[in-house]
C-alpha cells in the first residue's frame, strides 16, 4: 500500500503492532456500505468512468456476499479490513479498483465506517432496552398492588408496592435511552469526503454520500472529521451508565433471591448450582450482570485516556478506539438480555415481601404525619414521639398497630384511636397519592403514561 515511500518491508513486529484486521474486520459491512456509495458519488460526479463505477459496486456486492458466508480473512499483511476489502476487490475487478480511494483517505475511511457501527450498535442497544422497559411494564402492572419494605441504608423505611418499584427500574432505563438517543442524533453527521485531513480538491457531492448513508448531512470541518471519537466516547460513557443501573438492578435480585430475604425466586435458566453443596441455587446471570458493569466502565476509562492528549488531527493510537467500544458493546447487550430475561420470568414472592414490610416499624412516618395531621403537632415534635412508640413496640416485641391505646396514650394523650387506622402497610400505601408516589392508582396511571410514550 505504501511501499513506494519504503526501501524494505516491515519487521514482524512492526506488521503484528500495526494489524488492525483481528479486531477492525466487524466494519466490513459498514466499509463496503460507505465504499459503495463513495464510489457512487465519483460516477456521479464524472470523477470515476461510469463502466469502472460498475465494475467496482458489483465487486463490493460479490465480497459482502462471501464474508456474509465466511467472514473477512485475517492477512496481517493487509493490515485492516479497509485493505483488506481492496485486495480482494482488485482480484475480482482489476485495475478499476484502485479508482475507489480517489478523493477518500483511510483517515476519513474509518471515521465513517465507525461511525456507522456505533450508530447500528446504538440502535441495538435501544431495541434491546425498549424490550427491558416492557418487560417491566408488565410486571410492574401485575405488582401494582403488592406490598413491600421500600429500603434506605438496605434498612427497611417504609411500605412500597413492588409495582412502584419495578418503575423506579423503568425510569432508570429511560434516562439511559434519552442518553443513546441523545448520542445518535449528536454523531449522525458524515465525515466521508473529508480524506486525509484537509479535505479535497476533487468534485466530490458529500451531501450525497452523507444521505446514502443515512446521516443528516456532512460534518463542516475535515481536521475535527478524521480525529473526531467523541461519537465513540458518548457511547461508552451512555453504556457505563447503562450497566451502572443494570448492575444495580442485578444487585437487588441478589439480594432478594437469598434466604434471608427470599422476595423472589429466580429461574433455573438464569441460575447456577454448587460443586459440592446440592442445595445452592446461585444467582449466577445477575452477579456476571453486576461484575460486567466494572468491564464496561475500564472500556470508557481505556478509550478517555487512549484520546486525552492527541494533537489534531490523525495518530495511530486512534487505531486502539475500536477494542474497548466492541467490548463494551457485546458485554453491554449480553447484560440488556439477561436483565430482560430475569424480569420476565422471575417469580415474585409477596407474601415474604409483607412480612417484611410489616415487621421493620415501616408505618412510623405514617404515625409522624397522623400526628402533624390530627394532633396540629409540629413535625419535629411527632418525630420525637413516633420515634418513643417505635422504641416501645421493639421493646414489646411487637408491631405498632399493636400496641395499646394505653400504652401510646401514656407516651403523648393527644394519641387517639384513630391512629391505628394509618398504622397498616395497605394504609400507607394507599395515602402515597402524590405524583410519582406509591399507591397503587399512582402506580398504574405512570404506567399508562409509559405504555403512551408520555
Known amino acids: 500500500m505504501w511501499g513506494g515511500r519504503f526501501a524494505d518491508g516491515p519487521s514482524a513486529i512492526m506488521r503484528e503492532i500495526n494489524a488492525s484486521i483481528p479486531f477492525d474486520k466487524r466494519l466490513w459491512r459498514q466499509d463496503i456500505a460507505a465504499s459503495r456509495a463513495h464510489v457512487a458519488m465519483l460516477g456521479k460526479q464524472g470523477i470515476v468512468d461510469p463502466a469502472d463505477v460498475e465494475k467496482i459496486d458489483q465487486g463490493l456486492a460479490q465480497?459482502?456476499?462471501?464474508?456474509?458466508?465466511?467472514?473477512?480473512?485475517?492477512?496481517?499483511?493487509?493490515?485492516?479490513?479497509?485493505?483488506?476489502?481492496?485486495?480482494?476487490?482488485?482480484?475480482?475487478v482489476g485495475p478499476a479498483a484502485g479508482r475507489l480511494h480517489t478523493a477518500r483517505s483511510r483517515n476519513d475511511q474509518v471515521a465513517t465506517d465507525f461511525k456507522l457501527w456505533v450508530r447500528d450498535a446504538i440502535d441495538a442497544v435501544i431495541a434491546g432496552l425498549d424490550a427491558l422497559q416492557a418487560a417491566l411494564l408488565v410486571?410492574?402492572?401485575?405488582?401494582?398492588?403488592?406490598?413491600?419494605?421500600?429500603?434506605?441504608?438496605?434498612?427497611?423505611?417504609?411500605?412500597v408496592t413492588l409495582g412502584?418499584?419495578?418503575?423506579?427500574?423503568?425510569?432508570?432505563?429511560?434516562?439511559?435511552?434519552?442518553?443513546?438517543?441523545?448520542?445518535?442524533?449528536?454523531?449522525?453527521?458524515?465525515?466521508?469526503?473529508s480524506a486525509a485531513l484537509a479535505g479535497t480538491g476533487f468534485p466530490i457531492d458529500r451531501h450525497m454520500?452523507?444521505?446514502?448513508?443515512?446521516?443528516?448531512?456532512?460534518?463542516g470541518n475535515s481536521l475535527d472529521s478524521v480525529s473526531d471519537r467523541d461519537f465513540a466516547l458518548d457511547y461508552l460513557m451512555s453504556a457505563t451508565q447503562c450497566s451502572l443501573h443494570l448492575s444495580r438492578m442485578a444487585e437487588e435480585f441478589v439480594i432478594w433471591a437469598s434466604q434471608p430475604f427470599g422476595f423472589v425466586s429466580l429461574p433455573d435458566a438464569y441460575s447456577?448450582?454448587?460443586?459440592?453443596?446440592?442445595?445452592?441455587?446461585?444467582?449466577?446471570?445477575?452477579?456476571?450482570?453486576?461484575?460486567?458493569?466494572?468491564?464496561?466502565?475500564?472500556?470508557?476509562?481505556?478509550?478517555?485516556?487512549?484520546?486525552k492528549g492527541l494533537p489534531l488531527a490523525y495518530s495511530k493510537d486512534m487505531q486502539d478506539d475500536k477494542p474497548p467500544v466492541f467490548e463494551a458493546h457485546d458485554l453491554l447487550a449480553l447484560s440488556i438480555a439477561a436483565m430482560t430475561g430475569m424480569v420476565e420470568t422471575t417469580a415474585f414472592v409477596p407474601e415474604r415481601m409483607r412480612a417484611a414490610a410489616e415487621a421493620g416499624f415501616s408505618t412510623a412516618t405514617d404515625?409522624?404525619?397522623?400526628?402533624?395531621?390530627?394532633?396540629?403537632?409540629?413535625?419535629?415534635?411527632?418525630?420525637?414521639?413516633?420515634?418513643?412508640?417505635?422504641?416501645l413496640a421493639e421493646n414489646e416485641g411487637v408491631p405498632m398497630a399493636k400496641l395499646p391505646l394505653e400504652a401510646l396514650q401514656a407516651i403523648d394523650p393527644r394519641i387517639d384511636a384513630r391512629v391505628y387506622t394509618v398504622l397498616t402497610v395497605d394504609a400507607s400505601v394507599a395515602s402515597r397519592m402524590s405524583h410519582g408516589g406509591t399507591a397503587p392508582e399512582q402506580v398504574r396511571a405512570r404506567?399508562?403514561?409509559?405504555r403512551e410514550g408520555k
Open 63 to 92: 465480497i459482502a456476499a462471501d464474508y456474509e458466508k465466511s467472514g473477512p480473512p485475517e492477512d496481517l499483511s493487509l493490515e485492516d479490513i479497509h485493505m483488506t476489502v481492496e485486495s480482494r476487490l482488485a482480484v475480482l
Open 139 to 159: 410486571r410492574a402492572e401485575e405488582h401494582a398492588a403488592t406490598i413491600m419494605p421500600g429500603f434506605t441504608h438496605l434498612q427497611v423505611a417504609q411500605p
Open 164 to 193: 412502584h418499584h419495578l418503575m423506579a427500574w423503568h425510569a432508570m432505563i429511560g434516562r439511559d435511552l434519552s442518553r443513546f438517543t441523545d448520542a445518535r442524533a449528536r454523531m449522525n453527521r458524515s465525515p466521508l469526503g
Open 209 to 219: 454520500t452523507a444521505a446514502a448513508l443515512g446521516f443528516d448531512g456532512p460534518t
Open 272 to 307: 447456577t448450582g454448587s460443586s459440592i453443596m446440592p442445595q445452592k441455587r446461585n444467582p449466577d446471570a445477575a452477579e456476571l450482570v453486576r461484575g460486567h458493569s466494572g468491564r464496561i466502565a475500564g472500556c470508557m476509562v481505556a478509550l478517555t485516556m487512549t484520546m
Open 367 to 391: 404515625f409522624a404525619d397522623w400526628l402533624v395531621r390530627e394532633g396540629n403537632i409540629p413535625f419535629r415534635e411527632a418525630h420525637h414521639i413516633t420515634g418513643r412508640a417505635v422504641k
Open 447 to 450: 404506567i399508562a403514561e409509559a
